[in-house]
């Protein structure tokens, strides 16, 4: 017998596999898309993630998303460029909004402008959606790359129980670094030389210490980073120099301040635990600090030395480069659907990051929520001066090298300025390959 | 003598030499086949994921990008060069000898304390051997989160109660100067348990009948430790030691979780530091050439390691 039926059954079983990879069922079903997504502060994010998704997939039976929890910011950086280079990118990524220009560098995003005319709004309609401020890390040489998902900005948090205590008003917050300075002498406790309980806290570990860098820089006048161009920082100046000499002092010269380097669960534990009388910690910290603190407190806005700014801080909705039409277009509607007012808001109120969408505080849901949490109004009202986070070629190693030296400053190990020029110098040498690119490439 | 010997002599002679290796090669493989084919898979797998990655890692090493646009392009030994002047690299080279002897020797040494204190079987020591191995239980990660509770300055327990006799509160994570120390008893509170049990294991082969000579002609404890306990449990400790300075390389959990390296790179070790390279700089040029320095390290080390032990057996 030429065809044994073992052979026949074999031939069968061939045809069938290469008919289905040669028609992939997702031909007739919805089209299935990715979105990675990382959960950078304490909470039950992943969950409401759950919730938002499948909303969504019951309101749009043509996709179905999959929500996949990639970690913290950088991990999520890691895995998306991982699945990039795999050829397999996800439909979408919630991702760090300071990490946009250094992808765009890499040729890892895809540019939405396209996308945006298409559904026949114009780029400055689109954008006028969300808080200015937030537009900054969002737009690369005027072409849209990210849409703002959830944002923060640093805020001062101070006992009020404590501060009453020491014959304050915690009513009306300390506004400049003279009266905060002055707040935390008197906030802080001593036992002979012993402090049993510290005025202030800032926090300062890697990618925390250079964002309050650039807070504490805004707020003495100055920038941290060209906002238009990727390969100059800022950091040998004297806005930043007085930024780090003043803390420096908080903790040499007025011992005010724990000394070292403490990284924010610990400024959080400690405020928590009534062991720091203020801190200044971002707004994602908030609902934390509403649901644990066992005492009155306030937030304010950063105190300033010379002018009222701070950063931005959060993350924006992105397409990476390299996927399909079918798969784009489906990423665009979640996008569109997720950074909508209702979703922006409900959003808001489960994490406690601001919702960047304007007309999510018009919602009456959001409406109400404010007029019962009314400390959740200072985050907003605080971006009137609030400007974009540091983004340059190489963002993370360009921050470490600024972050490096004033850990060291903090350690009592170096001088401000010394430390300063040395993280400058550092700095310049990793922009070196990128300048040689763009700023000194001459004619 | 038997008969067939003589008559299958003159046929081996016969045939000439190069046939004669050809064909033991052929017999030899045909002998093998089996055992060939019963490797395969495992072959496919290391070849995979093994050896196809060091291969892939050995080329990566040898390419760099001058510019950020710019296509990769072959730089020879370069990235290597780059690697070994970055003063990050060396300080992290430096921190893992620190780390490595810093948590080998105490590990090693209380585990042989704990072996010796509890090497007889009954219900207390039983209860205390598990007590002691309950940390290699638990994975680095989550021990590393617990830890960096009990390290919190002022308020974590360490604080707590080590505070009320202190001048000044250490920052255990946040002092460049205390940082790696506070690092290495985590991995020597989370490894003791562990080579405790090899040392267990070891002290079972100590022969009963030698102690008993010894006891009867009046050697103390501390004599028949120093003479008889201690060179009897060689083998296990070179392999201990091996097993510590790999872990030392290969473990980098806690640096992760607790300090990223810092403050100012005082906890970087050579592994984060490769990380580093990979996935902050995207340097994977770099990151290949330390991976190829710590690998040919730690290939060394290995190697004299085997060589040390076969050296021991073929000599015993």
Same mark, same amino acid.
């Given at each position: ?354 919702? &960047?969408?304007? $007309? ?7 409406? %109400?929520? !404010?007029? @019962?949490?009314?400390? /959740?109004? *200072? =985050? ?35 001088? &401000?300025?010394? $430390? ?7 700095? %310049?040498? !990793?922009? @070196?390959?990128?300048? /040689?690119? *763009? =700023?000194?490439?001459?004619? | ?316």
């Amino acid at each position: 017998m030429l065809f044994s039926r073992r052979l026949m059954l074999g031939l069968a079983i061939a045809g069938t596999m290469a008919g289905a990879l040669a028609f992939p069922a997702q031909a007739e079903g919805p089209t299935e898309i990715d979105l990675f997504f990382p959960v950078p502060v304490d909470g039950k994010l992943a969950r409401d993630m759950g919730t938002l998704i499948k909303e969504f997939n019951e309101t749009h039976p043509a996709i179905k998303a999959t929500a996949v929890y990639t970690g913290s910011y950088d991990d999520t950086l890691i895995k998306t460029r991982a699945s990039i280079k795999a050829g397999k990118p996800p439909a979408a990524v919630i991702m760090s909004a300071n990490f946009l220009l250094d992808m765009q560098i890499e040729n890892e995003l895809t540019n939405l402008d396209s996308l945006i005319a298409a559904d026949g709004t114009s780029k400055d309609q689109f954008l006028g959606q969300f808080f200015p401020a937030l537009q900054g890390n969002a737009v690369i040489s005027r072409s849209v790359y990210g849409v703002p998902f959830h944002n923060s900005t640093p805020l001062l948090y101070i006992n009020a129980d404590q501060a009453k205590e020491a014959g304050l008003d915690p009513n009306k917050p300390p506004q400049t670094w003279a009266e905060l300075t002055d707040w935390a002498k008197k906030l802080t406790k001593r036992e002979g030389d012993k402090v049993t309980r510290w005025g202030i806290a800032i926090p300062c570990a890697y990618d925390y210490c250079g964002w309050m860098m650039e807070t504490l820089t805004m707020t003495n006048g100055g920038r941290y980073y060209n906002e238009e161009f990727g390969g100059e920082v800022y950091y040998d100046t004297p806005s930043m120099q007085g930024a780090l000499t003043w803390w420096n002092d908080l903790i040499a010269k007025h011992k005010v301040h724990p000394p070292g380097a403490t990284p924010g669960p610990a400024v959080s534990t400690s405020f928590i635990s009534g062991n720091a009388a203020m801190m200044m910690l971002s707004t994602g910290s908030l609902t934390y600090v509403r649901d644990n603190a066992k005492f009155a407190y306030k937030v304010a806005f950063i105190p300033r030395n010379v002018r009222n700014a701070v950063p931005i801080g959060g993350a924006s909705l992105i397409i990476p480069a390299g996927l399909e039409a079918d798969k784009q277009k489906a990423a665009w509607t979640l996008i569109k659907w997720m950074t909508s007012p209702e979703k922006s808001a409900w959003w808001s109120r489960a994490t406690g990051y601001f919702a &960047p969408n304007m $007309a999510a505080y018009k919602t009456p849901d959001m409406v %109400d929520f !404010l007029s @019962k949490n009314p400390d /959740a109004k *200072t =985050a907003v009202e605080q971006l009137d001066v609030a400007k974009p986070w540091f983004a340059t070629y190489k963002t993370v190693p360009v921050r470490k090298t600024l972050e490096d030296e004033v850990m060291l400053v903090l350690n009592g190990k170096k001088q &401000p300025k010394e $430390a300063l020029v040395a993280a400058q110098k550092a700095a %310049d040498e !990793l922009l @070196k390959p990128y300048n /040689a690119e *763009t =700023a000194l490439k001459l004619p | 003598m038997s008969l067939a010997e003589p008559t299958a002599l003159p046929v081996t002679t016969s045939v000439s030499p190069r046939l004669h290796i050809l064909k033991r090669f052929t017999t030899g493989f045909k002998a093998s086949l089996p055992a060939y084919l019963l490797l395969l898979p495992s072959l496919v797998f290391l070849a995979l994921f093994t050896y196809g990655a060091m291969g892939r890692v050995l080329i990566d090493a040898l390419y760099q990008r001058a510019t950020p646009k710019a296509p990769v392009r072959f730089v020879g030994l370069d990235n290597i060069g780059a690697v070994l002047a970055d003063s990050a690299f060396t300080g992290a080279v430096v921190n893992n000898l620190i780390y490595a002897v810093g948590t080998a020797i105490p590990s090693i040494a209380l585990a042989l304390l704990f072996a010796l204190a509890l090497s007889r079987t009954n219900a207390v020591t039983s209860v205390l051997r598990a007590a002691l191995f309950l940390p290699v239980l638990i994975p680095m990660v989550a021990a590393s989160a617990l830890f960096l509770f009990i390290f919190l300055p002022n308020v974590g327990l360490l604080d707590y109660y080590i505070g009320r006799l202190l001048p000044v509160l250490p920052n255990w994570l946040g002092d460049s100067d205390i940082a790696l120390y506070a690092i290495m008893i985590i991995t020597i509170w989370k490894n003791a348990g562990y080579y405790m049990l090899f040392f267990l294991a070891g002290l079972q082969a100590v022969p009963e009948d030698v102690m008993e000579a010894a006891h009867l002609d009046g050697a103390g404890p501390f004599q028949r430790l120093r003479h008889i306990i201690l060179p009897e449990l060689k083998p296990t400790f070179l392999f201990v030691t091996v097993i510590a300075t790999l872990n030392a390389v290969t473990q980098v959990d806690h640096v992760f979780v607790l300090t990223q390296g810092g403050p100012s790179n005082a906890t970087n070790l050579v592994l984060f530091y490769i990380y580093q390279q990979a996935v902050e700089h995207y340097d994977i040029g770099k990151a290949s050439a330390a991976t190829l320095l710590t690998l040919a390290a730690l290939m060394g080390l290995t190697a004299l390691s085997f060589r040390t032990m076969a050296n021991r057996e073929g000599g015993a």
